[in-house]
């Protein structure tokens, strides 16, 4: 991986921030509205979480192939996620993204909230995501290579956990890691044509709130066991 410098941190022509910021009125239009979620978007560059080559597309409002069978996901989908999440959790302190991928959603949580865990099981990315999240200048934001279907235990609870991989069902383990009061945004669905932006709140030990939102695309959550 390059060495990341404030130029390229800045970008230029379709990476630059005038095209960052079209992006981000986009994003007002479709009515992400939440001004925190809107600032940090404005701010991440995105460019430099993808493949050089396909920088030109880095501002559009589509998900992009990152190898390994995964994608970088579309803003808009980043954007509502991260809204949902901070409805439900005013202030999160400690949250937990599985599916870390090309760290682009973790980097967009580490500007909001105060400490976050994330868990990637394909160990190049997992390499990838802590190199350039350091290079960034991330102090708060600890990743971990293993199996998010099962969480991060060392660090629970959660105030706040999101996955970006969809399961079939949504995982026991996930749901045990999460405090009382606590909310995770997952995309549930065996099928990319049925899954579902699934919002859960633990409201006790034993009980749970789902509701759902809107119809989404994920890749698989890859389930190592």
């Known amino acids: ?22 992006l981000v009125d986009r994003l007002m239009q479709k009515g992400i509205s939440n001004p925190d979620v809107l600032r940090v978007m404005r ?14 597309r880095s501002y559009e409002d589509a998900a992009l192939p990152i190898g390994y069978g995964q994608t970088i996901s579309q803003p808009y989908i980043v954007a509502r996620m991260t809204e949902l999440l901070l409805q439900h959790v005013e202030q999160p302190e400690n949250v937990l ?15 909001l909230v105060k400490n976050l865990h994330t868990v990637e099981v394909i160990p190049e990315l997992y390499r990838h995501s802590r190199d350039i999240l350091y ?20 660090a629970a609870p959660y105030d706040g956990i999101m996955v970006t991989a969809a399961p079939q069902e949504i995982p026991e383990a996930l749901i045990q890691q999460l405090k009382i009061g606590g909310c995770m945004i997952i995309p549930v669905g065996a099928q990319k044509d049925t899954q579902r932006l699934k919002i859960v709140i633990r409201q006790d030990e034993e009980k749970v709130k789902i ?15």
């Open 97 to 111: 993204e599985v599916g870390t991928g090309s760290a682009y959603q973790a980097a967009i949580l580490g500007g």
């Open 211 to 225: 509701t759902e939102s809107e119809a989404v695309l994920f890749v698989p959550l890859v389930n190592t066991q």
């Open 1 to 22: 991986m390059q060495r990341i410098t404030k130029q390229s941190i800045k970008g230029v022509g379709m990476t630059s921030q005038r095209t960052r910021d079209r």
């Open 43 to 56: 701010l991440v560059p995105r460019h430099l979480f993808i493949d050089e080559a396909m920088s030109s």
């Open 135 to 154: 290079q960034l200048g991330y102090r708060n934001i600890r990743t971990h290579l293993g199996d998010g279907s099962w969480g991060w235990q060392d």
